[in-house]
């Protein structure tokens, strides 16, 4: 059977309700993903770890101590089944494609419709590895290996890009003037040259 092609997108967050089933260690780090977007994150769990307690406490996320109901999903634009159970896990995946709410069933590729790539971050400039579940191992290997392509100083470059780009579009140029100027930026030499103006 041929593996489904994976579309790829980054998606806008920022107040959807993101339901998490789990506050466990396994939990922890899709809640912080979710947190950094701006969803509302929404975790349904008997027990948490200190830092899921934490930032309940804090009022970062809503806390329902309590298992997994089927109600949860009202409202939830996706949810992340992050439990040690795999039958609750499993469970939850069934209630989100009943819903029609897209699902990652952590560690079980056949119940996810999304996986969680990868990520190199630069500021805005986001790389995001996925190998479809296939190895998880292998997308953090080349992870590694693209932290060490993409140096920290690509964060103030793209913001420094962003408003030479500007500058550009407002300009009075012809539209392949326009095109060169653009792709100058956005140049290696470009790069180079702005690391050169910093030391």
Not at 20 to 46: D, N, Y
Not at 66 to 77: E, T, V
Not at 124 to 149: F, N, Y
Request: charged share 25%; with cysteine.
């Amino acid at each position: 059977m041929n593996e489904p092609v994976l579309f790829p997108m980054f998606v806008k967050l920022a107040a959807r309700r993101c339901l998490v089933v789990g506050a466990g260690p396994l939990a922890e780090s899709k809640i912080e993903s979710l947190l950094r977007t701006g969803a509302e994150v929404v975790v349904v769990a008997p027990e948490a770890t200190p830092r899921v307690q934490a930032l309940a406490a804090g009022n970062k996320l809503h806390w329902l101590r309590r298992a997994f109901a089927d109600g949860d999903l009202a409202g939830a634009f996706l949810a992340v089944a992050a439990t040690s159970s795999p039958e609750i896990n499993r469970t939850v995946f069934h209630q989100c494609r009943r819903r029609g709410v897209l699902c990652n069933a952590v560690d079980d590729p056949s119940h996810c419709d999304f996986y969680y790539p990868a990520v190199v971050q630069r500021g805005g400039l986001q790389i995001a590895i996925s190998t479809g579940g296939a190895s998880p191992a292998l997308a953090a290997r080349l992870r590694q290996e693209m932290e060490e392509q993409f140096a920290p100083e690509y964060a103030d470059w793209l913001h420094d890009v962003a408003e030479k780009r500007q500058q550009i579009l407002a300009a009075q140029l012809a539209p392949d003037q326009k095109r060169a100027e653009l792709e100058r930026i956005a140049s290696r030499a470009s790069f180079e040259e702005f690391l050169a103006s910093r030391r």
